[in-house]
């Protein structure tokens, strides 16, 4: 495919104009093989097509049982010149390369099985990842993409360093980085690059700028057991003269990669973000404290736009019109009920659920079927209110269109919806789903069948 055209599946342009507010998953899997920067090991990462509300997740694979680690800032650990993701016992290194490109293209929606712990480097651009990905193209998928706004300014401020984010107005990440070696200007001259995703066409520039370091950083790593599988005509290593049996491919190519990881890196916040950031001397660590400032503003924003509902049921009405009781009633309370139609329900998980014990231990996950179950109980509340089924129990007869999308972990408050899609006074069917950050996490039809609350006690 050429890097500027557009997809004829999607109406946009991959690497730049144009931007879909739509999620987009690959049309089919790739795969992309070799050593990773730090550690050297090789390694293959198939990057396959997920569904909406998936979001990126990497699976190790090598691993008994695999592990499966969400690209979300709250699984990022503090490691030197890379960003790092860890889950439990599940690590993988160096994927900043990998999740700008993944953002680049505006891939919302993969999922990335590899058998080692880290990622493949290729010539430490993003161009190993961009160029298979554009071979097979992308697909629109029916669901709108999460986007995150910087509603004030954030300032950034750590040992000289600076990254600041502020309003915009357009929908696009606009990004200047100002790179500064200070002594070493006479080897790095200082530079700038400027680039607006969902602009600027991310394939022609900035896709191919690489990694880069000082031919005595370079040296540190290597007296650290680090990189020793690499010689300077793969990656761009700086010296007295320029790069030492290499050659740039911009004139500003280490400010261009600067920006390459700053979109890698802000990619962990899970979804689009609308801002304008400048950026001065800083690298991964302020990358990813950005991404953590963006998110507490925006939960922020989210109560001061829309203020806690007063629940229409709390939990002891719950209780009143339920026979389940702890640990198995999955409703905390309920926020709205149109008459018997539909409900808004939720339910805040928490670490101290009995459930997490042993699924999994290290990787807590709530369980799919619980999920289910919590939708089946909010549907319960909901038939409640018909006036044929006053002192009837909405008893599970069968699922329907069952999909499980997205993890629900420690922490998350999961609100669930459910709506009737018929009811009788002996049976009844609903349709639900359940979210967790605006993130569909779960759907499926139920259908009940109603029974006397004596009958059921029986």
Known sequence: MDPGAVDRTTGAAPGGGYRSVRQHTLKSPVSVTGAGLMLGQRATVIIEPAPPGHGIIIERIDLDPPVRIPALVEHAVDRARRTTLQNGSGVVETVEHCLSALSGLGIDNALLRIDGPELPLGDGSASPYTQPIMEVGLVEQDADRRLFKVHEPIVIEEDGAVLAAFPCEQRQMQLLYELDYGSNADRIGRQAFGFTLGRDDYLSEVAAARTFSLHEEAQALWDQGMCRHL????????????????????????????????????????????????????????????????????????????????????????????????????????????????????????????????????????????????????????????????????????????????????????????????????????????????????????????????????
Do not use: W
């Not at 700086?238 to 004139?251: K, L, M, S, V």
């Not at 890698?264 to 304008?276: A, T």
């Not at 805040?348 to 042993?358: K, L, R």
């Open 231 to 458: 010689s300077p005509s793969e990656v761009l290593v700086i010296g007295e003269d320029g790069p030492i049996d290499n050659a740039y491919r911009f004139t500003d190519e280490p400010s261009r990669h600067k920006v390459l990881d700053m979109i890698g890196d802000l990619y962990l916040i899970g979804g689009e973000i609308q801002g304008r950031f400048v950026a001065s001397r800083s690298g991964h660590a302020l990358n990813r404290t950005m991404c953590r400032r963006i998110i507490e503003q925006n939960r922020s924003q989210a109560e001061v736009e829309e203020p806690v509902e007063r629940p229409v049921m709390d939990i002891r009405t719950i209780q009143r019109i339920m026979p389940h009781r702890y640990p198995m009633l999955l409703v905390d309370r309920v926020l709205t009920l149109e008459g018997d139609r539909r409900a808004v329900g939720v339910k805040n998980v928490s670490i101290n659920e009995p459930f997490f014990e042993g699924h999994y231990p290290g990787s807590p996950i709530m369980p799919g079927v619980l999920i289910v179950e919590a939708m089946a109980q909010l549907g319960g509340l909901l038939l409640s209110q018909k006036l044929e089924h006053t002192g009837k129990i909405a008893v599970l007869l069968s699922l329907d269109r069952v999909k499980l999308r997205h993890p629900v972990t420690p922490g998350d408050q999961m609100m669930l919806e459910v709506e009737t899609i018929r009811a009788s006074s002996r049976t009844a069917s609903i349709r639900g789903q359940a979210t967790v950050g605006g993130v569909l996490a779960a759907e499926a039809n139920i259908r009940f069948m109603m029974i006397d609350s004596d009958q059921e006690s029986n």
